[in-house]
């Protein structure tokens, strides 16, 4: 199955900086860019466990008796590592949002490129998609999600919107949530506008910002002192939690301090942010808007 390239490939392994004999997980494992990559860094003995809700990914899973494909959602990762035996790993990775095969697949709804019927699900075995999002949220719900996950100064406008227009008939497919939002769609901004409306549906669907919470908040357990986390992130709402984890452990306030005057946080940044190169946009336009945070446990 066709997957696009990788994201910062060798800046993401390279932040794991893994150990031959090891443990790695991979929780976003997609068309296998990343784990492929870990794989040809390990021993013989080293060990990779990845994650993938998606039942298409399935079908790029590795060849390797090193390693274990396991097609759950990665807010799952201490129970399943647990399952098969592993209490503490050497490293994590993550590149979170949309893959470019979810994207590139209509039927999906993700992209706001193809008429498809509402559905933006990650998990296709999942009863609850983007039509139940727009079809059956009162319309205050609506205009939260739209504008916590979308950041749109037009929220409540737009769910004022859609309410009327599945008033006449349910709004099934990308065209008749198009119709419906028209007003808020000038033509010079369409496309942004639409692809914010799409990131705060799909986020709403697949739960993404409380799984990534529960995911990190598991990271702490699960990795070794010495131990990398190494996530890739493409919005601010996603990269915010990240970067707040990795300075404080937590994702509001501030962490307590120790009678020195020192916080006590379960981790440290290991350099700066990292962006692609405009070769590597030019090359991978998906890679534009990500933003590589790398930790180490303390």
Request: negative net charge; aromatic residues 10%; without cysteine.
């Given at each position: 199955m ?45 060990k ?19 390693f ?19 209490k ?31 559905d ?51 709004i ?23 692809a ?43 990269d ?7 300075r ?51």
């Open positions: 066709e997957y696009h390239k990788p994201v910062l490939l060798k800046e993401t392994v390279d932040g794991l900086n893994i150990q031959p004999e090891g443990v790695y997980v991979d929780v976003t494992f997609g068309g296998g860019g990343h784990s492929r990559e870990i794989i040809k860094r390990l021993g013989e003995t080293g990779l466990i990845a994650f993938d809700q998606d039942t298409d990914a399935l079908e790029n899973a590795i060849d390797d008796p090193r274990l494909l396991i097609n759950e959602n990665f807010r799952f990762l201490k129970r399943f590592l647990r399952f098969y035996g592993y503490q790993v050497d490293g994590i990775l993550g590149d979170f949002g949309v893959s470019s095969h979810q994207f590139d697949v209509a039927e999906r709804g993700f992209s706001t490129r193809f008429e498809a019927d509402l933006m699900r990650m998990d296709r075995n999942s009863d609850f998609s983007a039509y139940d999002v727009i079809n059956t949220y009162e319309q205050n719900r609506l205009r939260s999600v739209l504008a916590n996950y979308g950041e749109l100064r037009s929220a409540a406008g737009m769910a004022r919107m859609i309410v009327e227009a599945r008033g006449e008939e349910p099934k497919s990308s065209d008749q949530l198009k119709r419906a939002l028209g007003r808020f769609l000038p033509k010079h901004k369409e496309n942004k506008i639409l914010q409306v799409y990131q705060a549906i799909r986020i709403e669907v697949n739960q993404e910002l409380e799984a990534l919470k529960e995911f990190l908040l598991q990271t702490n357990e699960v990795l070794k002192p010495g131990g990398r986390l190494s996530l890739i992130s493409y919005h601010s709402l996603e915010r939690l990240v970067k707040r984890f990795m404080n452990g937590m994702f509001e306030g501030e962490p307590e301090k120790d009678v020195f005057g020192k916080a006590e946080v379960p981790f440290k940044p290991v350099g700066k942010f990292i962006i692609p190169s405009e070769t590597e946009i030019a090359e991978n336009p998906r890679a534009r808007s990500a933003k590589l945070r790398i930790a180490e446990k303390l």
